[in-house]
């Protein structure tokens, strides 16, 4: 069977919306039939890209998060992307327990669990032009 579907959205960069995205994504997922465990590990997924618009990319005020997620054969690719103050080293950027949010106790492994839980994942940065995130999760 050739499955091809794709959805788009965006909404406000506020906490609150966070909820929204996982069970947005874990909707669109559900014609894959996927398991449990990989509807757990795409929320967990959906949600660090999420929060990490939330926190570091309109640390001022609220911005616009924008959620792509493609469904082509056995893959699902989900972009999130923001027009944020950017990253200026990737690199450092994804490792572990990095952190550029010191006012609150954050762990600083919001790359690593998207890592962790996705099959492939991608970041595309520019300073003051935002972030997009690209992950792949293969269901089947």
């Known amino acids: 069977m050739n499955k091809e579907n794709y959805f788009k959205i965006s909404f406000p960069s506020k906490s609150i919306n966070e909820s929204f995205a996982r069970m947005t994504i874990a909707s669109f997922c559900m014609q894959f039939d ?9 929320k967990t997924a959906i949600s660090e890209a999420v929060t990490n618009c ?5 640390p001022v005020e609220p911005g616009e998060v924008y959620i792509t997620a493609k469904i082509k054969e056995n893959k699902l690719i989900i972009t999130v ?3 944020g ?8 950027a994804m490792e572990p327990m990095f952190t550029t949010d010191l006012k609150t106790e954050r762990a600083g492994l919001g790359f690593a669990v998207m890592q962790a839980f996705m099959d492939k994942v991608k970041v595309y940065s520019k300073p003051e032009k935002g972030t997009r995130v690209v992950m792949t999760k293969i269901i089947g």
């Open 85 to 92: 103050i950017g990253i200026s080293n990737i690199n450092q």
């Open 54 to 58: 939330v926190v570091h990319a309109y």
């Open 34 to 42: 996927p398991t449990l465990e990989q509807i757990n590990d795409i």
């Open 81 to 83: 992307r923001d027009k």
